[in-house]
C-alpha cells in the first residue's frame, strides 16, 4: 500500500483516484470547492463529473492543500493545463520531503511551447523533486469508472517512477504500459485533442466516415511532425498515446473536444459552445500553442493552422474545410 494524493477533482482526477482506492492504496484527493470535498466524504459520490458512480468507501477529499501534500508518497496532478503552474507554485510553498509527481492533464502552455512535466519540473524546487512522469492514452472517465477494459501508457525518464506508476494504477479493468519518451507522449496527448475538435466540426457540419478518416489520418501525420520536431521517437505516435488516443477523442460522444467541435461545425460560436460546455475543452488552448510552435520550428500543420483561424479569428467552418482542401497537390 503506498500514500497517495490526487490534486484536482474533475472527473479523470476522480476515476483515477477511485482506481486507486480500490487498488488498496491510501487516497486523499484535493480540490477547492467545499461542496464537492463533502459530497466524496459524506456521499462517496462526485455527480458533477461521475454521474451514477458510487466511490469507493475509503476515497477521502480535503481542501487544505497542506494536509493533501504532506499525506502523499506520491502526488498525482489532474487539474487543467491553465492551472497547472499556479496550482504547483502552491504545491512548492508547503511541501516539505520529495515526491513523485504523475501528471494526467493533456496540453501545451502557449508562447513558452513547454511541456507538462517541464512546467512541475520549473516550479517545483529541485530538493523536492524526486522525478515526474505522464500518463495518458485512450481513456474516457466514465467509462474507467464503469470498470470497461481500458489501457493507457505512462512515460518518465526514470525507470522507477515508470515502474511504481504501472504497478499502483494496473488491476484487471486497468492496464498500462511503460515507455520511455515523455515528450512523446505528452505531446500526442496534447495535440490529439486538436484533431478532435475538428472532427466534431466535420460531424457538426453533417460529413460523414470519409472526411473524418481522412482528417484523422492526416491529422496524425501532423502530430508526428511536430512531435519528431520536439524530439519524440516516432513509433511512440503509433501506440497508446498516439492513434489510440486519437481514435477514441474523435470519434467518441464522452470527448468534450469532439463535443466543441460538433457544436462549432453546426453555427455556435466558440464562446458559445464553451459556455455549453461548462468544462474545460483542452484542445483550444493547445491550438493556439500549436499553431504557435507550427510557425516557430517550420512545421508544416494545415489542419492545425486552419482551425487556430476558425477559433481565433472568425474564419467560417465551411471555408476552413474549403481551404484544406484546395491546397496545392503534393505526396503523402
Known amino acids: 500500500m503506498m500514500k497517495v494524493s490526487v490534486i484536482g477533482t474533475g472527473s479523470w482526477g476522480t476515476a483515477l483516484a477511485n482506481v486507486l482506492s480500490e487498488n488498496g492504496h491510501e487516497v486523499l484527493m484535493w480540490g477547492k470547492t467545499k461542496a464537492t470535498i463533502e459530497e ?8 458533477k463529473y461521475l454521474k451514477d458512480i458510487e466511490l469507493h468507501a475509503k476515497l477521502a477529499a480535503s481542501d487544505v492543500l497542506e494536509d493533501v501534500v504532506h499525506h502523499a508518497e ?7 493545463t491553465k492551472a497547472i503552474r499556479s496550482v504547483m507554485q502552491q504545491i512548492n510553498q508547503v511541501i516539505n520531503n520529495k515526491k513523485t509527481f504523475i501528471h494526467v492533464s493533456k496540453g501545451i502552455e502557449p508562447h513558452t511551447f513547454k511541456r507538462i512535466s517541464e512546467m512541475i519540473t520549473e516550479e517545483i524546487d529541485i530538493e523536492y523533486m524526486e522525478g515526474v512522469a505522464v500518463l495518458s492514452g485512450p481513456s474516457h472517465a466514465e467509462e474507467l469508472a464503469l470498470k470497461h477494459p481500458t489501457t ?3 512515460a ?8 511504481i506508476a504501472q504497478d499502483i494504477f494496473m488491476n484487471e479493468y486497468f492496464r498500462i504500459y511503460t515507455n520511455d519518451d515523455l515528450v512523446g507522449v505528452e505531446i500526442g496527448g496534447a495535440l490529439k485533442n486538436i484533431i478532435a475538435l475538428a472532427a466534431g466540426i466535420t460531424d457538426g457540419l453533417g460529413y460523414g466516415d470519409n472526411a473524418k478518416a481522412a482528417l484523422m489520418t492526416r491529422g496524425l501525420a501532423e502530430i508526428t511532425r511536430l512531435g519528431t520536431r520536439m524530439g ?22 464522452h470527448s468534450r473536444n469532439w463535443k466543441c467541435g460538433n457544436m462549432l461545425g453546426k453555427g455556435l460560436t466558440l464562446e458559445e459552445a464553451l459556455s ?5 475543452v483542452e484542445g483550444v488552448r493547445t491550438t493556439e500553442a500549436a ?4 510557425d516557430a520550428f517550420g512545421v508544416e500543420m494545415p489542419i492545425t493552422q486552419s482551425l487556430y483561424k476558425v477559433l481565433f479569428e472568425g474564419l467560417d467552418v465551411h471555408e476552413g474545410v474549403q481551404n484544406l482542401m484546395n491546397r496545392e497537390k503534393t505526396n503523402e
Open 291 to 294: 499553431n504557435e510552435m507550427a
Open 276 to 280: 455549453n460546455m461548462g468544462m474545460v
Open 40 to 47: 466524496i466524504n459524506t456521499h462517496h459520490t462526485n455527480e
Open 232 to 253: 519524440a521517437d516516432p513509433m511512440t505516435f503509433l501506440g497508446l498515446a498516439g492513434i489510440g488516443d486519437l481514435i477514441v477523442t474523435c470519434t467518441s460522444v
Open 152 to 154: 493507457v501508457a505512462v
Open 156 to 163: 518518465s525518464e526514470n525507470e522507477t517512477i515508470r515502474q
Open 74 to 80: 506520491i502526488i498525482i496532478i489532474a487539474v487543467p
